[in-house]
């Protein structure tokens, strides 16, 4: 007991110097006026910003980059005007509201503010307090948030599977599961970006190289811990160590800054019906089923799946059954990597990769893991399609900003009146 309390205390010790000593560098921002300029999801590069003081004096300029963001130093706090050169816009875009050319705002000390445009198809735009023909009525915004819900949950669910498969076989609950989506991201943006490799071949690769650390882990990290008999709690607290560690590693390697993939930046919206998606966006939803449905059939239709779910069942059994228990769990882990790295990939698709990409989306992998049921593949997969739908239609009511709040909404309402989950199965404790 006394040593559990001498090793929590040291994980609390060492998270508040962490956080602690990243703070200084966010206080000692300079003021700055920053945006992301975006049509229909997608990014809008080679588009002007300049920037002037309140009485007209010029501050400086910004060209947007691949990924649609700009940034202009400012020389202190103040009032500032940022302005749109329109004519830098894509031919077949423009303003929201066309008189909107101009926004003032006002900068405090230390603070670097964020400068939005709305951007519509041409000829859409009106004027301001007005309504304008983009406008979507209420049916069409949930069928586009519909879209977008399932997309996401589709992404979870690929990180879900993965984590609720490791909780069964193992009992561990990794709080380092989100920081293997971010390392498929990184190596594939590295493959992509920094060596010039095309993108899918590079996705091959990263999901390669996360199985193998999937397998290395098991092998030489989680597994011994096992034979040396460590608690489920110690090396839950163990995985939030190397979570931090692996963040913190990721921000020293990567940057603070987020990055697109060099390949489907800046693709063309299709309409289909009254959803708007990119050619991408389709593709990687096919994609993520597809994976999903062969992991679903290997569970039934292997032999590795079947020891896989007899070990979930009752590990003492499966190995007095003839089942080489830590054979099946280093699959897992293998399988576990892949998948999550792939969904770090899909993720980083879908919007820019940073740092802690995988820390904001572990939430809502864990209510869904905890919504279907914890150690259950298939309820992982329900419950993360349930997480997603609801967080993005819930926008339909709620601020955007508080969206991922639904996510603990779930976690509550499920552990209140079904702590097994969707598809889990009511345990007899004591």
Do not use: C
């Not at 939803?285 to 679903?296: A, F, P, Q, T, Y």
């Not at 239609?393 to 909404?409: D, R």
């Amino acid at each position: 007991m006394r040593r559990a309390v001498i090793a929590f205390t040291a994980f609390l010790g060492g998270l508040i110097f962490l956080l602690a000593a990243g703070a200084p560098a966010a206080w000692a921002e300079d003021e700055g006026l920053r945006g992301t300029l975006q049509y229909q999801g997608q990014p809008v590069n080679g588009v002007k910003i300049s920037v002037a003081t309140e009485d007209g004096k010029p501050v400086g300029d910004a060209t947007t980059a691949a990924d649609g963001t700009w940034e202009v130093p400012l020389p202190g706090p103040g009032t500032y005007k940022v302005t749109i050169d329109q004519s830098t816009l894509p031919p077949t875009v423009e303003l929201r509201f066309k008189e909107r050319t101009t926004l003032t705002l006002q900068v405090a000390e230390g603070q670097r503010r964020t400068a939005l445009f709305a951007l519509v198809p041409k000829g859409q735009g009106g004027e301001a307090g007005t309504p304008t023909a983009s406008e979507p009525s209420v049916w069409e915004r949930a069928a586009q948030l519909a879209f977008e819900g399932l997309n996401l949950g589709l992404i979870i669910a690929l990180a879900a599977m993965g984590l609720s498969l490791i909780f069964g076989t193992t009992g561990l609950t990794n709080f380092a599961h989100g920081e293997l989506l971010t390392l498929g991201a990184l190596i594939a943006y590295f493959f992509n970006v920094t060596i010039g490799i095309q993108l899918i071949p590079a996705a091959i690769i990263a999901v390669i190289i996360g199985g193998a650390l999937g397998y290395a882990q098991d092998r030489f990290f989680w597994g011994v811990l096992r034979r040396r008999g460590s608690s489920l709690i110690a090396m839950m607290i163990i995985s939030i160590g190397m979570a931090l560690f692996l963040r913190y590693l990721f921000l020293f390697l990567f940057g603070g800054e987020s990055a697109p993939y060099a390949d489907y930046n800046a693709q063309p919206g299709m309409q289909i019906g009254p959803i708007s998606a990119t050619p991408k966006n389709l593709v990687a939803m096919g994609i993520e089923i597809l994976v999903l449905v062969i992991v679903g059939l290997a569970l039934l239709r292997t032999r590795t799946g079947k020891a896989a779910r007899a070990v979930a069942d009752n590990p003492a059994l499966a190995a007095s059954s003839g089942i080489n228990v830590d054979r099946v769990i280093r699959i897992i882990w293998t399988a576990g990597g892949a998948v999550a790295a792939l969904a770090g990939i899909m993720l980083g698709l879908s919007q820019n990769l940073n740092y802690q990409m995988g820390l904001n989306i572990l939430l809502l992998v864990f209510a869904g893991v905890t919504l279907g049921g914890l150690g259950t593949a298939f309820g992982a997969l329900v419950g993360s399609l349930v997480v997603g739908l609801f967080i993005q239609l819930s926008t339909l009511w709620v601020a955007t900003e508080l969206k991922t709040v639904g996510a603990l909404l779930v976690l509550i309402l499920v552990m209140l009146f079904r702590p097994q989950g969707i598809l889990g199965r009511r345990e007899r404790i004591g």
